[in-house]
């Protein structure tokens, strides 16, 4: 343990076994615990492996606050900031510093190469590393990545403060997966994307621009889950994500093609509503019922003050990372229901706008998995190496991994990923489809011949920009990069 709380646990292969790489596995949420199931596989395959609970236990409440209740010192209800530090940053570097320490004492050297896996906050954690501290991994797998925290924590309750508002109430799950289903339905094989119309997911869905209107029950009255006129504004609300009051985008929206449900549900995403208790508000018995979609915006400006420069993870300046000839790799479902894509999408915008998409892909690539979920499942080809996802072939042209390994030690950059879909997500039950994930901006196209299920049978090409996409991306650049920043009337800098 190191002081005050941070467990970190390491596993050690048998010398016979070691393949003298080092790899640290990342957790989800807030974290509190450690990742078995993620240090087993990273042995199996000869890794020596560690993870941390980051510095605060899950199962342990702080006088009786679960979740992120360690970030309030109680009853002062001042935030400890030792702990959330921990929780930022501190503890992953001290996974990577005692974890090789501990590899050289065991094996009497070093790991020759260094890896940091992880998805949703374990993404987050190796973008953090990679910008604060790269010179501890030489590669980086950061799937789904939690990072822009600062932002898209308190992102993820718009949708449920805009319902609260607008329609007194969270619209019900049925009518939410029917405007799902028809903004799928409506540009599925149709916004240029690459889509099929057999397909059941959006490949890049800022294309997409299906209005819920033509789901009002004005428009379809025998609908049973048609959207009254409240609930049709809610949803174009969330869809759109939140705006300041000069209609300027704060942070993104849900994707057409991701569940509403896994934020805009019965209930709130719980990530979401402690930080606003706990770390913004500083009470516990804050009710975030009594938000508006004005105070928001003060909220959200508050969350972008105090957190940016301890959790944000979004700054662009990786001029470290890249003299230290790291490497990363990230992905992200577009049907992720959790974290918004389209915040992953804009920080590799940012990237390409400070040193040149080709000098980009020198060093991070970034493959969008359409139609996956919340680092795993959903209706696309989600099976591809990713964390949490089922096994594939394990070569680096279906196991996104590996694929890592060959650009750090072979310097062989992927260019695509071919993902399976089994049926039911279930490799028992044998494959759906392939399909290659490519490496942003440039979108997965059918040659027009051949089995469509078969990823041989599919190209990367490049993706349509227009007003639309731009529109979708528009957004505040990283703090660390405000003088790029052209919103008038900002005071947080």
């Known amino acids: 343990m190191v002081e005050p709380a941070i467990n970190i646990e390491i596993w050690l292969p048998l010398p016979s076994a070691w393949t003298n790489r080092f790899q640290g596995v990342g957790g989800g949420g807030y974290a509190g615990t450690i990742t078995w199931t993620s240090l087993a596989s990273a042995i199996a395959a000869g890794y020596v492996t560690a993870t941390t609970d980051t510095g605060h236990s899950a199962f342990a409440p702080n006088n ?132 099929r119309a057999s397909d059941a997911f959006l490949a890049d869905p ?52 991701a569940s509403l449900a896994g934020l805009d549900g019965s209930f709130p995403f719980p990530i979401s509503t402690d930080h606003f208790a706990y770390w913004l508000h500083q009470n516990p018995s804050f009710d975030w019922h009594t938000i508006t979609e004005a105070s928001f915006v003060t909220d959200f400006l508050n969350s972008e003050f105090k957190f940016e420069n301890v959790i944000g993870t979004d700054s662009t300046d990786l001029d470290s990372f890249i003299e230290h000839k790291a490497k990363d790799i990230t992905y992200h479902g577009t049907a992720d229901q959790l974290i918004f894509s ?56 279906h196991d996104i991994l590996k694929a890592l390994v060959d650009w750090v030690e072979a310097g062989i950059p992927p260019d695509r990923i071919t993902a399976t879909k089994f049926i039911n997500d279930n490799p028992a039950s044998g494959v759906a489809f392939t399909r290659p994930l490519c490496v ?52 947080h800098d």
């Open 64 to 195: 009786g606050l679960g979740g992120g209740g360690f970030g309030l010192k109680q009853p002062a209800d001042t935030l400890n900031a030792g702990l959330i530090q921990d929780f930022a940053e501190r503890s992953e570097l001290e996974l990577a510093r005692k974890g090789k320490a501990i590899t050289r004492a065991f094996y009497g050297t070093g790991p020759r190469f260094s890896y940091w896996t992880g998805c949703s906050t374990g993404g987050r954690q190796g973008w953090i590393m990679a910008q604060r501290h790269p010179e501890e991994y030489d590669g980086y797998l950061t799937g789904s990545p939690a990072f822009n925290w600062d932002r898209f924590i308190p992102a993820e309750l718009w949708g449920q403060v805009v319902m609260n508002n607008e329609v007194g109430a969270p619209i019900s799950a049925a009518k939410l997966n029917a405007v799902t289903n028809a903004a799928v339905a409506a540009c599925t094989g149709k916004s240029g994307d690459g889509t």
């Open 206 to 257: 800022r294309l997409c621009t299906y209005d819920p209107a033509q789901m009002s029950c004005s428009a379809q009255p025998a609908n049973p889950n048609c959207l009254t006129s409240k609930e049709v504004g809610a949803v174009s609300k969330i869809w759109d994500g939140p705006r300041d009051p000069h209609g300027r985008r704060l942070w993104f929206g849900l994707d057409r093609g």
């Open 342 to 397: 389209r915040g992953t999408t804009n920080y590799f915008e940012r990237l390409r706008k400070r040193y040149g998409a080709q000098n980009v892909d020198k060093f991070a690539r970034l493959f969008m998995a359409p139609g996956m979920g919340h680092c795993l499942g959903g209706a696309g080809a989600n099976a591809f190496g990713n964390v949490f996802g089922p096994p594939v072939s394990s070569d680096p042209q």
């Open 440 to 491: 942003f901006p440039k979108l997965a196209a059918y040659k027009g011949s051949g089995d469509p299920t078969d990823a041989g049978n599919w190209t990367c090409a490049n993706g349509i920009v227009n007003d639309t996409t731009r529109d979708a991306d528009a957004v505040l650049p990283d703090r660390g990069n405000r003088e790029t920043n052209d919103r008038e009337g900002d005071d």
